[in-house]
């Protein structure tokens, strides 16, 4: 019986690793090799007068090195990556492991921190395509989903290394971080592992690898930035070389997510709008405080963190559809997000409410 039981949980793990060609997969993920001069960042010094003096830079600014992961998106060599893996950085190199070991420049195209990804673009001679994987639907990804990890843990010599697991929970909030809403997994990432694939059962990538909660000697609890806040940064970064944020002109009440607050509430679930800002979109939309979001470009809205990481990942400029109910009314009211300089203009009442 016992036996019968492991084979039920192992069955889907086991699954993912023969249906995907991990070969072909391990191919497009790379190591992410970074080099950071302190001098260089302070003063930015004329690469001449610096090459002259370097024994004497190196020996008062000795150079930092770090890595970690990062996977391919297309045959012409844009990289995914955790913002954090080359912040700071005033050399990035990347490895390819495919037919044979090779070393290439690679420029940072952008970075957000919001959501802790980085864009880099591998400088090559030849046109030779480079393998690479597809973006998965992160949507569509289910509790229990088998997944496999790909990264470059510890040491250079331990590239390439697989870790298998399922999908523990999705949409994770409250860790403190601008935008939210991980995938979690059992998974393990270990260090370096960050910027690594999180792929599904087809291949497809449906995350990026990105932290690990280890308090209070906590295992299994492994956290990966969900592909279509992927699609939507890598997007805005390759067209326009940074991250636009459009702007709604609302404050959001906190979620009510506790037992507590289920039994004074009718409705948990949705957006509750705390107040409108005057002439701002959702103002000359017809929004109004009270209201709760329930719906946006038809997909569900869960909570008020949930719409904050839908939302705030769209660039200014964009159209989006809400649905919206208002004293029992169910209501469809589209609004065109504002620009960057309202959303700088409120952030600073970020720290205590949800303002996008």
Known sequence: MKKFIIGLVLAPILVVANQINLEQIRRSV?????????????????????????????????????????????????????????????????????????????????????????????????????????????????????????????????????????????????????????????????????????????????????????????EGLHFAIPSNVVKQIAKQIIAYGKISQGFLGVRLEEDRESAFDAYFFERNDGAWIKTIFKNHPADKAGLKAGDRIIGLNGQPVCSSKNFRNQLAILEAGTCVQLLVERQGKILEITVTL???????????????????
């Open 30 to 218: 790379v190591f992410v090799a970074t080099e950071s001069n302190p001098f260089e960042l302070s003063y930015g010094a004329n690469p001449g007068y610096y090459e002259y003096f370097r024994p004497v830079y190196d020996y008062f600014w000795p150079s930092e090195h770090s890595h970690g992961s990062g996977f391919i998106i297309s045959p012409d060599g844009y990289v995914i990556t955790n913002a954090h893996v080359i912040e700071d950085s005033t050399k990035v190199l990347i490895v390819l492991r495919a037919d044979e070991l090779r070393i290439c420049n690679a420029r940072v195209l952008g970075k957000d921190i919001r959501t802790d990804l980085a864009v880099l673009k591998i400088e090559k001679d030849d046109e030779d395509s480079l393998p690479f994987v597809d973006l998965g639907d992160s949507s569509e990804v289910q509790v229990g989903d088998p997944v496999v990890c790909i990264g470059n843990p510890i040491l250079d010599r331990l590239e390439s290394t697989v870790t298998k697991g399922v999908i523990s929970a999705t949409d994770r909030n409250n860790f403190g971080d601008p935008i939210e809403g991980y995938l979690q997994t059992d998974a393990v990432l270990n260090n370096g592992n960050s910027g690594g694939p999180l792929f599904n059962s087809q291949g497809e990538v449906i995350g990026v690898c990105a932290w690990s909660l280890r308090r209070a000697k906590s």
């Open 338 to 356: 504002g620009d960057d300089e309202f959303s700088e203009q409120y952030s600073c009442l970020r720290g205590s409410s949800i303002v996008i």
